[in-house]
């Protein structure tokens, strides 16, 4: 029966890998910004979401006062924390005499501006329920299991070199799925993942870092518009 299971679970890491994970990291055309009602951000979401109740970390909290405030704090922290990279990316840029990181395209009317942000939470939930849950805590539980069955049966941690390769590894897919902002954009993206899976490892609750990622995108749109 755990076989069985590992093997599920395997094949369900194996579709969103390659469904999901890996087309972003080949596409090479310019990123759609007509702003039109974002279908598709909300099938991602739901499919994200779907996933997660899936692994049973989709749950409700209820929280006392004072874990809503620690939580609180490490969403602002994280969202400061995106907001002084992407500035001190864009002052690298700026004086290296480059471009600057290609900029958001400001939504021409009120409902644009609304499918706008309809379209920003739902992909900010999708990346953050994939690229800081998902992927990193799915593959060290199947390097996990793997080495149970190897060992018979006895449950091992994960060794800490392979879970620092694993977290090097999404990240740097994160970034590369970002490579239509440019080489800036695509290290920002980078930095931007490491500030917000340690949000998530901090709290376990995906609110805290899908509020930042949120937030920090309206910012960027209304800061370069």
């Avoid at 759609?32 to 779907?50: C, K, V």
């Avoid at 909290?61 to 609180?72: A, C, E, G, I, N």
């Avoid at 953050?128 to 805590?137: G, K, M, N, S, T």
């Avoid at 901090?202 to 805290?208: E, I, P, Q, R, V």
Wanted: one cysteine or more.
């Amino acid at each position: 029966m755990k076989l069985h299971s590992f093997f599920i679970e395997t094949a369900i890491f194996s579709v969103v890998l390659i469904f999901f994970v890996l087309p972003p990291l080949f596409f090479t055309g310019a990123h759609d910004f007509s702003w039109r009602f974002p279908y598709t951000q909300m099938l991602y979401a739901f499919f994200a979401a779907g996933l997660l109740h899936h692994k049973g970390k989709l749950l409700v909290r209820f929280y006392t006062k004072m874990q809503f405030v620690r939580d609180s704090a490490a969403m602002w922290t994280a969202f400061g924390a995106l907001c002084v990279t992407s500035a001190l990316m864009q002052l690298i840029v700026f004086f290296a005499g480059d471009r600057p990181v290609r900029p958001q395209i400001f939504p021409e009317t009120p409902t644009a501006f609304v499918f706008c942000l309809i379209g920003f939470a739902c992909s900010a939930f999708f990346e953050e329920a994939i690229f800081r849950v998902f992927l990193p805590d799915g593959a060290k539980n199947i390097a996990a299991r793997a080495r149970s069955f190897t060992k018979g049966g006895t449950a091992l941690p994960v060794p800490a070199p392979l879970s620092a390769a694993i977290e090097i590894v999404v990240a740097l897919c994160f970034a590369l799925s970002h490579r239509y902002l440019g080489i800036p954009g695509a290290l920002n993206a980078l930095a931007a993942h490491f500030f917000l899976r340690r949000c998530y490892v901090k709290t376990s609750a995906l609110w805290t870092n899908t509020t930042a990622h949120f937030l920090y995108n309206v910012l960027q749109l209304v800061l370069l518009r």
